[in-house]
C-alpha cells in the first residue's frame, strides 16, 4: 500500500479517504439515537420494548435496502449509487428533528415511537447502499491484496463517527431537560452535502481517470481478471454456496449493533453514566475498535506477503479475531465499570478485524460486478440477526431487568467461533469465481 515503494501513484487514496469519509458520517448519523437513547426515553415515556421496536424499524428498512441496493449499485453505478444512498439517508436523518410526542395523521394517532420508527426507517434503507458501494469502490480501486486493509481504513471510520456521536450530544444536548436533542439529527445533513460536492468531482471508474498514471492503472489490476461490462443480477448469486458463507459471517452484524445501539443504555442502567459522561467510555472502546479495524486488514495482507494462500491468510486472520472476541463474556459477571468498557472495546476491536476481513471475501472470490449485490445479500442476513437480537432483548429487560445484558454479553462472545467453522464448511478453499460465477480452474 506504499506509493512511494511501488511507484504507480497515489490516486486511490483519495478515493479512499472520501470512503472514510462517507462512514463516518454514516456511523455519525447511526451512533445518535443510541447515545441519546436514555434521554429519549425519558422526554417521550419509552419502554425497552419501545425502543427496541424503534430500532427493528431501522433494520427491517436495512434488511430490505441491503437485497435492493446492492443490485442498484451494481446497475447505476459506483458514482450515482452511492450519492442516491447518501442522499436518502441524509434526508430521513434529519426528519427525526421534526418528531413530536403524537400527531394526527388522517385521523390516526402517530405516537413518537411511530413517528421515530418512520424515520429509522428512512434511514436505514439509505444506510443500507453505503458498505456495498464502499465494497464495491475498493474492489474497483486496489488490488486483491491490498483490499482488507482498504476496507480496514475506512471500515475504522465507523468508530470516529461513533465516537464523535457523544461528544456533540454532550455539547448541544441538555441532560436534564433534553433541550437541545433536534441538533445532532440535522449537522449530518450539511456533512452530505459538503461529501456529495466533493464526490462529484473526485469520483470515476479507474479506466475513466484522468488522474491516474498508467503504472497505477496496472497495479490496482495486477491480481485481477479483465470483466466485461455486462451486469449480473443479485439472483443469480443469491443460490451460491459462496454467498451464504459471507451472508453467515454477517450474522455478527447484530453483536455490533448490540454496542451500538444500547451500550449507552447498558452502561446507564447499569452504571449509572449519564449522557456528559459517555464520551470517554465510548472514546475507549471505539479507540479500540479502530486500532482493530486496521490491525485486522494489516494481519490478513501480512499473511498473503509471506506467501499464504487467501484462503489460509483471511480464515486465520478471522480465527484470531474470533478469539480476541471471546473475553466480552466476562462482562457478564463483572461489577466493575471500566472493566467492562475495555472488555467491550478489544471485543469491539476483534469485531471490527473480523468486518474488515469478511468484506474481503466478497471481492477475493467474486468478479467486481457482483459485488455490490452479494454484499447485499450478507447485509440483509447481518440486519435480519439484528431485529432478532433486539426483539429477544427488549422483551427480557422489561420482563428481568438487567439480565437480558448478561445473556447478551455469552452470545456475544462465543458466536464468532460457531459462525467461522459454519463459514469454512461452506467455503473450504475459497476458489474465485469468473465473471459468468464459475469456478476458476487452478
Not at 121 to 148: C, M, N, Y
Not at 262 to 280: E, R
Request: aromatic content about 14%; proline content about 3%; hydrophobic content about 50%.
Amino acid at each position: 500500500m506504499n506509493s512511494k515503494k511501488t511507484g504507480v501513484g497515489n490516486h486511490r487514496f483519495k478515493i479512499l479517504a472520501m470512503l472514510v469519509f462517507a462512514t463516518t458520517i454514516n456511523y455519525f448519523d447511526r451512533s445518535i439515537i443510541g447515545v441519546m437513547a436514555p434521554i429519549l426515553e425519558k422526554l417521550f415515556g419509552w419502554s425497552n420494548n419501545d425502543y427496541a421496536n424503534i430500532m427493528i424499524a431501522f433494520k427491517i428498512a436495512y434488511a430490505i435496502g441491503m437485497l435492493t441496493m446492492g443490485g442498484i449499485i451494481d446497475k447505476m453505478g459506483t458514482k450515482k449509487g452511492y450519492m442516491l444512498a447518501i442522499g436518502i439517508w441524509s434526508f430521513f436523518g434529519m426528519t427525526h428533528a421534526l418528531v413530536v410526542q403524537e400527531i394526527n395523521i388522517f385521523n390516526i394517532s402517530v405516537t413518537s415511537v411511530g413517528l421515530f420508527a418512520i424515520a429509522r426507517f428512512g434511514l436505514g434503507f439509505g444506510e443500507s447502499g453505503h458498505f456495498p458501494a464502499a465494497q464495491k469502490t475498493v474492489a474497483e480501486w486496489f488490488p486483491k491484496k491490498d483490499r482488507a486493509f482498504a476496507t480496514g481504513l475506512f471500515n475504522a471510520a465507523t468508530s470516529i463517527g461513533a465516537i464523535a456521536a457523544p461528544f456533540v450530544v454532550g455539547w448541544v444536548v441538555d441532560d436534564v431537560t433534553g433541550a437541545g436533542w433536534q441538533i445532532p439529527f440535522l449537522i449530518t445533513g450539511g456533512l452530505s452535502a459538503i461529501w456529495v460536492i466533493l464526490w462529484i468531482k473526485v469520483y470515476s471508474r479507474p479506466e475513466d481517470s484522468e488522474k491516474l498514471t498508467k503504472e497505477e492503472f496496472a497495479y490496482i489490476n495486477s491480481d485481477s481478471e479483465p470483466e466485461s461490462n455486462e451486469k449480473i443480477a443479485w439472483v443469480k448469486v443469491l443460490p451460491m454456496r459462496q454467498t451464504w458463507a459471507f451472508a453467515t459471517a454477517k450474522i455478527t452484524d447484530a453483536v455490533w449493533w448490540f454496542y451500538l445501539f444500547w451500550g449507552a443504555k447498558y452502561l446507564t442502567s447499569t452504571f449509572g453514566i449519564n449522557i456528559h459522561d459517555i464520551g470517554i467510555p465510548f472514546l475507549i472502546m471505539y479507540l479500540l475498535a479502530d486500532g482493530g479495524s486496521i490491525g485486522g486488514g494489516w494481519i490478513s495482507g501480512a499473511f498473503m506477503n509471506k506467501g499464504w494462500s487467501i484462503n489460509k491468510a483471511r480464515k486465520m486472520t478471522l480465527l484470531i479475531c474470533a478469539i480476541v472476541v471471546l473475553p466480552v463474556s466476562y462482562v457478564a459477571f463483572t461489577d466493575n465499570q471500566w472493566v467492562a468498557i475495555v472488555l467491550i472495546g478489544i471485543a469491539a476491536a476483534g469485531h471490527q478485524a473480523w468486518s474488515a476481513n469478511i468484506f474481503t471475501l466478497v471481492s477475493d472470490v467474486f468478479p467486481k460486478k457482483a459485488v455490490a449485490s452479494v454484499t447485499g445479500i450478507g447485509g440483509m442476513i447481518g440486519a435480519v440477526a439484528g431485529i432478532i437480537s433486539d426483539k429477544a432483548l427488549g422483551r427480557v429487560l422489561d420482563s428481568a431487568g438487567n439480565t437480558g445484558y448478561f445473556w447478551a454479553f455469552l452470545l456475544a462472545g462465543s458466536c464468532y467461533l460457531v459462525i467461522l467453522g459454519f463459514v469454512h464448511l461452506l467455503m473450504p478453499k475459497m476458489t474465485p469465481l469468473d465473471e459468468n460465477l464459475n469456478l476458476v480452474k487452478e
